[in-house]
Structures are given as C-alpha cells and as structure tokens.
C-alpha cells in the first residue's frame, strides 16, 4: 500500500478532522423529560405531505366507447373491446384492444391495408404511441382493464 509523506500528509490530516468535526456535535443535547403518569402521551400526527393512495383514474368519458368515432376521448377499455374510429381517419377497421398483465395492446388495419399492432403499451412507457395519425396512450392498466386516450394528432 503507497503511503502518504510531506504535504500531502499534512493536508489529509487537516481534511479529515474537517470531516470529522463537521459530521458530529461535541455539545451534549439535554435529556428529554420522560412523560409521567399524569402526562398523556399522543401518536404524532400524520405528515401532510404523506401521499394518499389514489386508486384507478376514472376515464372522462366513462365506458364510452362511441366516444372515441372522432378520435379524442379517454376511455376505459376491457380486454376484447373493438374501437371504431370514423371513416377518414386512417384505419379501415376496428381498433382492437387487448388487456393482459400491466399492458395493453392495439391491432388495427390501415387504410392501405396493412396491419398494424402497437404490443404491450403500458402508462410508464415515456409517452403515446400511433398508428397513422391516430395517438394512442396507457393512463392506467388493472385486472383486464385500462384507461386510455385516443386523439387524432
């Protein structure tokens, strides 16, 4: 092991007592009054900036799937549902949704025929995905269910 001589040495030894000094308090903190018998002793209150659990997001527009024609919605889809889209839109059939696990998947064909899938989208995936124009976006997925957005970008 090298070993340290001269400055260097000097330096160490200043820069550790430094550490040292910093991390601890040489004064001694006053002892806490234990509670008598008389004294009620309370649990603390809960931090306000605890986070509350949320639960699954409802979707704006519910079940609706019609909702979705125009290509501007947020709806909760099931495994197997079917999403028609308006004519004009880019795609040439139902966009068919399955939900396993934590993700979801589109199938579509497009206007020119060819098919199109968008496999295991999840909520934390960095953004939507899309077929043609057509965005498609994970909100939220659980027990073969999930809320989505649709939006003709």
């Known amino acids: 092991m090298p070993t340290v001589t001269g400055t260097r040495a000097?330096?160490?030894?200043?820069?550790?007592?430094?550490?040292?000094?910093?991390?601890?308090?040489?004064?001694?903190?006053?002892?806490?009054?234990?509670?008598?018998?008389?004294?009620?002793?309370?649990?603390?209150?809960?931090?306000?900036?605890?986070?509350?659990?949320?639960?699954?997001?409802?979707?704006a527009d519910g079940d609706d799937l019609?909702?979705?024609?125009?290509?501007?919605?947020?709806?909760?889809?099931?495994?197997?549902?079917?999403?028609?889209?308006?004519?004009g839109l880019g795609l040439a059939a139902p966009l068919d949704v399955t939900v396993?696990?934590?993700?979801?998947t589109f199938t579509s064909v497009t206007a020119g025929g060819m098919r199109a899938t968008l496999s295991h989208q999840t909520p934390d995936?960095?953004?939507p995905s899309r077929i043609n124009d057509i965005s498609l976006?994970?909100?939220?997925?659980?027990?073969r269910k999930a809320v989505i957005t649709v939006e003709h970008v």
């Open 10 to 59: 000097a330096l160490a030894g200043a820069a550790m007592t430094v550490l040292l000094t910093s991390c601890g308090s040489t004064t001694p903190e006053p002892a806490a009054a234990s509670p008598s018998a008389s004294t009620p002793v309370s649990a603390p209150a809960p931090s306000p900036s605890s986070p509350s659990p949320t639960g699954f997001p409802k979707a």
């Open 66 to 87: 019609d909702a979705c024609g125009d290509a501007e919605c947020e709806v909760l889809v099931h495994d197997g549902d079917k999403i028609r889209l308006d004519d």
């Open 100 to 104: 396993t696990g934590d993700s979801v």
């Open 125 to 127: 995936q960095g953004g």
């Open 137 to 143: 976006a994970v909100i939220a997925v659980e027990d």
